[in-house]
């Protein structure tokens, strides 16, 4: 997931650790059970729709990502989980 946020690709997931903020990746716990798959997508779509009617610039978001994901950070994340 972390490689595809570094091309500037908008996010979608369940597990809180992949979401950086809300202008890069959405946090959509509703795809955790497939009873709420639909919730899900209506929620996934409505954001598509309002990110497409913003003049949106992938390379910034990639640029974010990008220092958002260095090595470092990913290591840090990595040992905090590991901790919990």
Known sequence: MKEFQNFGVIAFSH???F???NETSFYIPELDN???IELAFFKIMNIIKRISKSNIKTELIAKKN??????ENVLI???KNLLK
């Open 15 to 17: 597990q809180k650790e």
């Open 19 to 21: 979401i950086i903020d």
């Open 34 to 36: 497939i009873d709420n």
């Open 66 to 71: 990008q220092m958002i994901n260095q090595c």
């Open 77 to 79: 994340d990595l040992c």
